[in-house]
């Protein structure tokens, strides 16, 4: 079993930064895929960014060149840096795990952080 740990989320006004942290425990494999999604009210839940063991990343075209992840292999933390925020960012923020074997993924999930950005 994995335990993700979210934490950083906020309200900020538009323009604004935040920092999520989400710490990971447990049975977390050498080939794994970390990532944060979000999910807004009356809309599906997205995949904002990923990064891999290899630190490989990859980012939904909204927040290119605003967002970083990033990660401590050495604390098993997983970290999304949000400047220039806008009220568009606004969502329940997702921390997600993807333990990768051979033939099969496990998938794990936070609990969520809100993050608010104000106009």
């Known amino acids: 079993q994995v335990q993700l740990v979210e934490s950083g989320g906020g309200l900020v006004q538009a323009g604004g930064s935040l920092r999520l942290s989400c710490a990971a425990s447990?049975?977390?494999?050498?080939?794994?895929?970390m990532g944060w999604y979000r999910q807004a009210p009356g809309k599906q839940r997205e995949l904002v960014a990923f990064i891999t063991n290899s630190d490989t990343t990859n980012y939904v075209d909204s927040v290119k060149g605003r967002f970083t992840i990033s990660r401590d292999n050495a604390k098993n933390t997983v970290y999304l840096q949000m400047n220039s925020l806008k009220p568009e960012d606004t969502a329940v923020y997702y921390c997600n795990l993807k333990n990768v074997r051979v033939g099969a993924t496990y998938e794990y999930w936070g609990q969520g952080t809100q993050v608010t950005v104000s106009s």
């Open positions: 447990g049975s977390i494999l050498s080939m794994n895929v």
